[in-house]
């Protein structure tokens, strides 16, 4: 797989990208601050980090929900940062976001088929009704639904197969990049695979690009061909999939890996009694200078106190933040 | 499973049963409920509610009466007759006359159409003004919100009275005047609810999923927005729209109503209750009417609000149930007295 | 017979809705001894949460019914009891955590105050024991300062540390059962990790039973002495730990394993994913509730619901491969640890029936 990253043109290419929110008084939230990254086309960066670490605000940045605040968002090459009115609308036919909560995602008015078929509609993409429907129907089995489902509503339908309603709904217009915002968070596991499945064959079969927000490292895996480690707005470590889960250079990296539980009862009682990484996420409300992660790092001393680290290079495309490496 | 059903043979099971099966013909994502829209499982728990049921029959009587009586009725609202003024309700007169000798009946339902009219008209149309207002403060945000919503706030701390009065001497009284009196009044209320629930749903997944397919701000909200709201807006109307029967019968009691031969609900309570010792039913009669009119409102309102309730959906109304668990103890006794 | 501190018997619940007769639970059977945990894995809709909130008596009555079974807390029949009686179970014999902390605690009342009113309807406390014992509940839960945690409202605190407030509030009145429905579900992984680790902890301090709901196997792996797989409303598949990890004879119980990732190994290789949804218990089918999802499905499979066959010391499946005369006819791969066997019996017995081992 690794291969699939050299030789593309990327797609897309955030630089220094930030966005902060007013919460009154003076108070900062910094949700995205100074980050970078690019992803090849028909390929996937996997962005993982826990609540709150502003990885949605990054997705929501690209596909044009907020106004990015500093830093640049390059599309095919064009800078698109803060398009407006027609160039954006062009823009969302090519860009589109997978939701992470079936439930609050698809209008409980709408039937399935109009759900899908509104960015039909919105793009005039089809002559009229029928066709749009048409699309639809044939959407639908690319999903593993039926024709008949297009009359339900999504209340009538499991969590799964919403998800795969509202996947559906994003590949109606014909994108060339998906944001997959915790798209399977909120699944069953048998079912989280089988969504993961699914965005591989299309991703295989129409060349789509993804950016595949997750919070934990377990699924990631299996579509991912590079992955970024946000923590607390900025991002930590970067780098190629199999590099990361196998020489995690980061300590907050390999606090992550090591916190997923792992099917394997033997495997489990092996390691009974080690050290799990304590303490919680602190606020990205007007964060002091120095490393955001120190006031739970192993490895803290003096100076992540005061200086802020920078992304270096520790190998191929590897990179990581952190000064005692 | 009862046991002997099992397919079990001399000790095996018959080899032609373990054969595969085509998976292709199995339906895994099959939905084997009935499909339900949401306007129809409110339809379908209105239906269920007797009272409901009662209220609206009891509307449309008095709406089709306020139509059709005064058509089919022998006497003008208008016409005078002073040679039987003040007759008692009889065979000729049902709702017997009024001072100036005319049929309440037929003025009764003349009022009750102008009054009906006048809250029809005089709820929606604050309601439509304060929805698009309100919209737009709550989707814009921003200045334009800060702007409607300090225009609301000194508007709603003005004594509404102060200028409903102004407006109706400017304009001179009328079904008209009270209209739009109605509405510079009322329509502050429905925006700031209104703004209110765009904030609650602009951020929610399935408007930004729209929003990302490129949807205008004006197809989100009346698209998008407004189905999830309606209902709420179908149940403050009803009570909005006897609120507006309301102002216009306490209007008409301080002299600022209709002007006379043309008569509202109010108007005709309002000159009755001068006379209530000697002529009571002159009195009675539109004030009956009134209250009628707006308990069938609040009561339809109500039973709407629990016919909305999406809790609700998919459970079995209660009064349904309860009949059930009666039948099946009534059955348990039954069994019991038969043993 | 041996006493368990909790059986559940062939336990059958429904559900009344307008469209007719939901049945979220047909037949489970299942025990809980002190000090065990026993963790029931399904996916969501498969009844699990019912089941264990039809033993607290959680579920709202109508819509929610017991058709059938029984459920024997220390040998005591809780379906018959009342609603009031089973209120001096709940709290006190059973406690219950929530997926989501916030929709269980009250948004605009102290904790400690909540705390202190859960220790009060129990026992006759003073105030002053009652915030004795919750402030050192607090501490005992992980909680950094509990005098100040007892001072504040749910919603100035964090998922993880509401999750911890709720366990505390669990446990404040020594429970015997300790039922946890999703407790991590709603959590970051390294959040995840300390409370269960806290759950553990707990665990060995009190020598509760617990009883875990989940859908994750990591989880399971990691906190569970017995496993009973639920699919349908019924459980599939039960045993220890290693059996349904090693051994399993399910086929839901392998698609399950299946699309677990697996961290430890370099593999380019995809998840196998069960296609499909489960079926709507509305109208269970027929035969085998797994059967239209099930890559080893039979003509009998889709006829007839197979009965719960032991397959091991404690360890039972419900399915028609582990059938030996069907096993023969529908070899499968071996799966886990395990190699499929045919007795020279069934051997013969097909001989008779002239028929190979390819099912032809």
């Known amino acids: 797989m690794a291969n699939k990253l050299t030789g593309q043109p990327p797609l897309i290419q955030v630089e220094h990208l930030k966005k902060y929110f007013q919460v009154g008084r003076g108070r900062v939230l910094h949700a995205v ?22 990885k949605t605000t990054v997705g929501r940045t690209l596909v044009g929900l907020y106004k990015p605040d500093g830093g640049k968002i390059l599309f095919n090459g064009e800078d698109i940062t803060g398009v407006k009115g027609k160039q954006k609308r062009a823009l969302n036919r090519r860009m589109q976001m997978v939701y992470q909560d079936p439930y609050a995602s698809l209008n409980p008015f709408f039937t399935v088929g109009e759900i899908i078929t509104e960015g039909l509609e919105i793009h005039g993409i089809g002559e009229n009704k029928k066709e749009r429907m048409e699309i639809a129907y044939d959407l639908l089995q690319k999903v593993g639904l039926h024709r008949e489902h297009a009359n339900r509503f999504p209340h009538e339908f499991s969590g799964g197969q919403r998800q795969r309603v509202g996947l559906a709904r994003s590949l109606a217009v014909n994108p060339e990049f998906i944001v ?37 490292l377990s699924m990631v895996r299996y579509i991912s061909d590079q992955t970024a480690v946000m923590y607390l707005g900025q991002v930590v470590e970067i780098g190629d999939i199999h ?74 495309t590897h990179q990581v933040a952190c000064h005692n490496l | ?65 306020a139509i059709f009586a005064p058509i089919f009725s022998p006497y003008q609202y208008d016409q005078t007759d002073l040679l039987s003024s003040n007759l008692s309700p009889s065979a000729e007169h049902w709702f017997g006359t009024d001072s100036a000798g005319r049929d309440m009946w037929t003025r009764v339902w003349v009022g009750a159409r102008v009054s009906l009219a006048v809250g029809f008209i005089g709820a929606i149309l604050p309601f439509l003004i304060g929805m698009f207002v309100g919209s737009i403060a709550g989707w814009f945000g921003g200045w334009i919100d800060m702007l409607i919503m300090r225009i609301i706030d000194i508007g709603l701390c003005i004594p509404s009275m102060i200028y409903v009065i102004l407006i109706l001497v400017y304009l001179g009284g009328g079904p008209q005047a009270i209209i739009i009196a109605l509405a510079v009044m009322n329509w502050m209320g429905p925006a700031r609810g209104y703004r209110g629930r765009i904030l609650q749903f602009k951020n929610r997944e399935f408007t930004l999923a729209a929003e990302t397919l490129g949807a205008s701000p004006m197809r989100i909200i009346y698209r998008h927005i407004l189905p999830n709201i309606l209902g709420n807006i179908v149940v403050s109307l009803t009570s909005f729209v006897p609120a507006a029967i309301f102002m216009e019968a306490s209007l008409a009691f301080i002299g600022l109503g209709i002007a006379p031969p043309m008569t509202s609900l109010g108007q005709l309570a309002s000159d009755g209750a001068g006379m209530y010792r000697t002529h009571f039913y002159q009195f009675a009669i539109p004030s009956l009417v009134i209250s009628l009119i707006i308990f069938a409102f609040f009561m339809l309102g109500n039973c709407m609000r629990d016919a909305l309730d999406p809790q609700l959906r998919d459970e079995m109304s209660t009064s349904a149930l309860r009949r059930r668990r009666r039948q099946e103890q009534l059955q348990k006794k039954q069994k019991g007295a038969a043993k | 017979m041996s006493e368990h501190l909790l059986e559940v018997k062939d336990l059958k619940v429904s559900f009344d809705t307008y469209a007719g007769e939901v049945k979220a639970v047909r037949g489970v059977s299942f025990y809980l001894d002190g000090g065990e945990t026993l963790a029931i894995v399904g996916e969501s809709g498969c009844g699990k ?23 024997l807390y220390k040998g005591e029949e809780l379906t018959s009891k009342t609603d009031k009686e089973m209120r001096s179970y709940r709290g006190k014999e059973f406690s219950m955590i929530f997926q989501d902390a916030m929709t269980s605690l009250n948004p605009v009342v102290r904790i400690g105050k909540q705390m202190c009113e859960a220790i009060r309807i129990h026992e006759k406390v003073s105030h002053e024991e009652a915030k004795r014992r919750a402030i050192e509940m607090l501490g005992k839960v992980g909680l950094s300062n509990p005098e100040t945690v007892y001072r504040r409202y749910p919603h100035t605190m964090s998922g993880g540390q509401r999750q911890r407030v709720m366990i505390a509030m669990a446990l404040c009145c020594h429970p015997s059962i300790l039922m946890a429905d999703e407790p991590t579900t709603a959590l970051d992984v390294t959040t995840q990790a300390q409370i269960l680790e806290l759950m553990q902890d707990i665990q060995r301090e009190t020598g509760c039973g617990i009883i875990l709901i989940t859908h994750n196997l990591g989880v399971v792996a990691r906190m569970a002495e017995r496993v009973a797989v639920m699919y349908a409303g019924q459980i599939v598949e039960k045993g220890k730990l290693s059996d349904i990890f090693y051994h399993p004879k399910h086929p839901y119980t392998w698609g399950l394993l299946g699309s677990m990732p697996d961290m430890q190994e370099r593999s380019d290789s995809r998840l196998t994913a069960i296609p499909g949804s489960p079926p709507d218990l509305f109208a269970p089918p027929k035969g085998c509730g797994f059967a239209a999802r099930c890559p080893y499905c039979m003509e ?42 045919v007795t020279p019996e069934v051997a013969g017995y097909l001989e008779r029936k002239g028929v190979t081992q390819d099912g032809q």
Request: hydrophobic content about 35%; charged content about 20%.
């Open chain 1, 243 to 316: 590099e990361i889960y196998e020489h995690p250079a980061h300590p907050y990296t390999q606090g992550l890996l090591h916190a997923v539980p792992v099917a394997d009862p033997d495997y489990e009682q092996a390691r009974k009694g080690e050290r799990i990484m304590l303490g919680e996420v602190a606020s990205p409300i007007n964060p002091a200078p120095g490393c955001r992660f120190c006031s739970r790092c192993p490895r803290a001393t003096e100076a992540c106190k005061h200086e802020t680290p920078q992304l270096r290079y520790v190998g191929g």
């Open chain 1, 33 to 54: 601050d100074d980050v970078t990254f690019s992803i090849p086309k028909g390929t996937t960066l996997g962005l993982v980090g826990e609540s709150g670490c502003g």
């Open chain 1, 180 to 216: 997959c915002d915790e798209a399977i968070s909120a699944l069953d596991v048998s079912v989280q695979a089988q969504i993961v499945n699914m965005l591989v064959d299309f991703q295989e079969s129409m060349g789509l690009t993804y950016l595949f927000i997750a919070h934990d």
């Open chain 3, 300 to 341: 009998i499979c889709l006829q007839s619901d197979p009965e719960e066959s032991p397959v091991g010391e404690g360890h039972t499946a419900r399915c028609w491969l582990l059938n030996p005369y069907a096993a023969a006819c529908r070899p499968v791969p071996p799966v886990g640890r395990d190699k499929q066997l």
């Open chain 3, 49 to 71: 949460s019912v089941t264990i909130q039809t033993v607290m008596r959680l579920n709202p009555e109508p819509p929610a019914r017991i058709v059938g079974g029984s459920i």
């Open chain 2, 1 to 65: 499973m009862e046991k002997e059903k099992q397919p079990i043979v001399d000790g095996g099971i018959d080899p032609a049963l373990c054969r595969p099966v085509d998976r292709s013909k199995l339906d895994t994502d099959q939905i084997v409920r009935p499909s339900v829209s949401y306007w129809a499982g409110v339809w379908r728990r209105l239906k269920q509610d007797k009272l409901a049921i009662f209220c609206a029959l009891l509307l449309l009587v008095l709406i089709l009466l």
